[in-house]
């Protein structure tokens, strides 16, 4: 059984997750081109963490939204540790975060990911979300791919 619920990302489990997702990242891109949202970023204002959770309350999974204010979010730090894919974990998050949009009135929700990372385009595709031109920080980065989806 797995579990999603909003939490604080201050606390072993959900840094150690940072810490594999980092590492996950880095391992296929620049640092450069490596845009995740660090422990003091996931606890400001407008960002909401979603810790997935198995029946034994280990952390399996996460992912952060970040609201802009505008009718946009972003989703962000979307990372499933080898132990929970392939569980439906990924899918749970993403429906967990996707409802919190639409709850904050986020009518678009957006995401940038990697060529490499084919599962998860596969994820977002399969979910609805379009492929789009690069926006803010990842214009003109050719490691980063553009998705977006409409909420409403």
């Known amino acids: 059984m797995i579990t999603i619920a909003v939490e604080d990302p201050r606390q072993p489990e959900v840094?150690?997750?940072?810490?594999?997702?980092d590492a996950y990242a880095l391992s296929l891109y620049p640092a450069d081109s490596c845009y995740m949202l660090d422990l003091n970023e996931l606890t400001a204002?407008?960002?909401?963490?979603?810790?997935?959770?198995?029946?034994?309350?280990?952390?399996?999974?996460?992912?952060?939204?970040?609201?802009?204010?505008?009718?946009?979010?972003?989703?962000?730090?979307?990372?499933?540790?080898?132990?929970?894919?392939?569980?439906?974990?990924?899918?749970?998050?993403?429906?967990?975060?996707?409802?919190?949009?639409?709850?904050?009135?986020?009518?678009?929700?957006?995401?940038?990911?990697?060529p490499k990372q084919l599962a998860a385009i596969a994820l977002y595709e399969a979910r609805g979300y379009e492929h789009i031109d690069n926006f803010g920080p990842y214009v003109g980065d050719d490691f980063s791919v553009c998705m977006q989806r409409s909420l409403a």
């Open 45 to 114: 204002d407008g960002v909401t963490v979603f810790v997935a959770r198995d029946g034994d309350s280990a952390a399996l999974g996460m992912a952060a939204l970040v609201n802009r204010g505008d009718g946009l979010g972003e989703l962000k730090r979307l990372f499933v540790r080898e132990a929970g894919r392939g569980r439906g974990v990924a899918t749970a998050v993403m429906d967990a975060l996707e409802q919190a949009a639409r709850e904050q009135s986020i009518h678009t929700l957006q995401l940038e990911t990697g």
């Open 15 to 21: 840094e150690a997750l940072l810490r594999e997702g």
